[in-house]
């Protein structure tokens, strides 16, 4: 069977030596000793100011929210895993839709400004792939109106954009450690921020607003993380280049197999280091997506359709047409790629794409 992803699971030997750590210390959370490791030397390698690691990629967003005090409308992309839109109606906010740019398939910054009211206090856009925003602009919209800016850098661990990290821009960025991530920590999640306030609310926000055992600090909620998760990010860490550089081998592999086809990939903007975290195609019809999908499975192959459906079609929003992003939605797969795999196994998917289209 392939699937879509595989988690990289590191030698059991080096977990078991974490864990002995955890046996030693008797604390398994509460911001013990691994905990603070892995923060440190996850801002040592992105390259950020503050970090605080979380339960999950989704209270990473709702803390971001409501750190930056957002209330009202938040403008937002369509076209994103469900939880990007779900955080902002479970933390009392409006999504606002904007389509998303053909192209790079993240938020279109040239429909933005028409969106803006009185009400909007936020932007929230997606790092889709991995593949960054359009920062800049996106960042003079924001300073021109007043707005604050996250950005859901799920995919987009360890991307690079002039050189510098992704996570430096906007207020703050969210960051995902679920298992089908290339770095992952099992369950967990990540809120990072440059800006010394933010990181004092979010430190409390994230552990119920202690201030010691019997004094708070401000509204919280329960973010924390254990010892067990942050041993495993802590083997995964040291590795990540190295996954890095076998998902762009097999990336480039589907490029040269697949050159011929008429399938369209996203455009990866100027300045870019990517991660390789996703690898999607663009089918000229839903209809030939749905051929290959069913061939593949027939095969034992599991690509996922990566998103679908566009968000602004959810029972829970006010919909509205956003005719980019429904169509991509539409005829959009994500390919297997993950570390175990095979150049066979990318020239087995390849050849069914081939043969069914």
Not at 67 to 90: H, K
Not at 287 to 294: A, S, T
Not at 312 to 332: C, G, H, M
Request: hydrophobic share 40%.
């Amino acid at each position: 069977m392939i699937n879509v992803t595989k988690p990289y699971l590191p030698p059991m030997e080096e977990y078991t030596k974490y864990l002995e750590k955890i046996w030693a210390s008797n604390q398994l959370t509460n911001n013990g000793p691994l905990v603070r490791e892995l923060e440190a030397e996850l801002k040592k390698y992105l390259g950020v100011k503050h970090l605080f690691f979380v339960s999950n990629g989704t209270i990473a967003l709702q803390i971001a929210i409501k750190a930056l005090g957002s209330t009202g409308d938040i403008i937002t992309t369509p076209f994103s895993y469900v939880a990007t839109t779900s955080s902002i109606v479970w933390e009392g906010c409006n999504p606002i839709f904007v389509d998303i740019d053909k192209d790079t398939l993240c938020l279109d910054p040239d429909l933005i400004e028409e969106a803006i009211t009185p009400d909007t206090s936020a932007i929230l856009a997606t790092h889709v792939y991995g593949y960054p925003c359009d920062v800049n602009a996106i960042a003079e919209i924001a300073g021109r109106n007043n707005l604050k800016v996250i950005y859901d850098a799920a995919h987009a661990f360890g991307v690079k954009y002039k050189g510098s990290s992704i996570l430096k821009y906007g207020d703050i960025s969210t960051l995902s450690f679920h298992a089908t991530k290339l770095f992952h920590t099992v369950e967990g999640g990540a809120v990072v921020t440059n800006d010394n306030e933010l990181a004092h609310r979010i430190k409390y926000m994230r552990n119920f607003g202690h201030k010691g055992q019997e004094d708070f600090w401000g509204l919280g909620i329960n973010g924390k993380n254990s010892e067990f998760h942050a041993a495993m990010g802590l083997c995964i860490l040291p590795r990540v280049d190295e996954l890095i550089a076998k998902r762009k081998q097999i990336s480039e592999a589907y490029d040269d197999l697949l050159a011929e086809k008429t399938l369209v990939k996203p455009t990866e903007p100027e300045d870019v280091e990517y991660n390789y975290a996703y690898y999607p195609v663009i089918f000229p019809l839903e209809d030939k997506l749905l051929d290959v999908q069913k061939a593949l499975s027939e095969k034992g192959i599991y690509p996922r359709r990566y998103f679908y459906p566009s968000l602004n079609n959810l029972d829970y929003v006010i919909s509205k047409s956003l005719p980019v992003s429904e169509s991509i939605a539409q005829r959009v797969l994500c390919l297997p790629i993950y570390y175990e795999m095979s150049i066979d196994d990318v020239e087995l998917v390849s050849d069914i794409i081939k043969d069914t289209t």
